[in-house]
C-alpha cells in the first residue's frame, strides 16, 4: 500500500472516530441504566404532545455525557399495560436548540440545533455544527450521524457555500 493511501485511510479512521461519539452521545441516553439528571430554569410538560421541555441553561448529564442547550425538548412514545395499568414511556425524539453543547471524555461536539430520532438511530447536529476529538476538528452546517450503520455525512452550507472542513492530526493518535 502507497504512503499517500495509507495516509488517506488513516485521516477517514480519524474523521469516523471525530464523529462518533455524537451517536454515542445520543444514544446514552435510552441505552444506559444511568439515572439521567436535567436542570433548567423552567420546565413545561405537554402531555397531549408527549413531550416535556426544558427551557434556559439547560444541563443534561448522564454518567460521563453533557449535553447543554438553552432548550431541550423531549418527545416520548406512551404505552399502556392493561395487565399492570402502568404506562411506560420510551423517548423517541429529543431536539435541542440554540448553543448546543455535547461533552464526553476528550470530544466536544457544537451547534445551533442537535435532533436525536430514536426509531432511526439518527442524530443531526446542524447550525455551525462542529466536533472535536482531542485536536481533530470536523465542521460543516450540518453533521448527521446513522448510528446503526456507524455512517456520518457533513454537509457544506449551500448559502454561504461555506464548505466542509476538517482538520485532522495523525500523529496526535498514536499512543506510545
Not at 472516530?17 to 441516553?29: F, G, H, K, M, S
Not at 466542509?164 to 506510545?176: Q, S
Request: charged letters at 25%.
Amino acid at each position: 500500500m502507497g504512503p499517500l493511501l495509507a495516509a488517506v485511510r488513516k485521516i477517514l479512521w480519524i474523521a469516523a472516530i471525530t464523529l462518533l461519539p455524537i451517536a454515542t452521545a445520543c444514544a446514552a441516553a435510552e441505552d444506559s441504566s444511568e439515572p439521567i439528571n436535567i436542570e433548567a430554569n423552567r420546565m413545561v410538560s405537554q402531555e397531549n404532545d408527549n413531550a416535556v421541555v426544558f427551557i434556559g441553561k439547560v444541563d443534561a448529564r448522564q454518567g460521563k455525557l453533557t449535553i447543554r442547550s438553552d432548550e431541550m425538548t423531549v418527545f416520548y412514545t406512551g404505552s399502556k399495560n392493561n395487565k399492570d395499568k402502568q404506562t411506560t414511556n420510551q423517548m423517541e425524539k429529543l431536539i435541542c436548540k440554540n448553543n448546543v453543547k455535547i461533552v464526553q471524555n476528550d470530544w466536544l461536539g457544537t451547534g445551533d440545533r442537535m435532533d436525536y430520532f430514536a426509531k432511526e438511530r439518527k442524530v443531526i447536529l446542524s447550525g455551525n455544527a462542529k466536533a472535536w476529538q482531542g485536536q481533530n476538528m470536523v465542521a460543516g452546517k450540518t453533521i448527521i450521524y446513522y448510528l446503526d450503520e456507524k455512517r456520518s455525512v457533513v454537509e457544506q452550507d449551500e448559502t454561504t457555500k461555506s464548505r466542509v472542513r476538517a482538520v485532522l492530526h495523525p500523529e496526535a493518535n498514536k499512543k506510545p
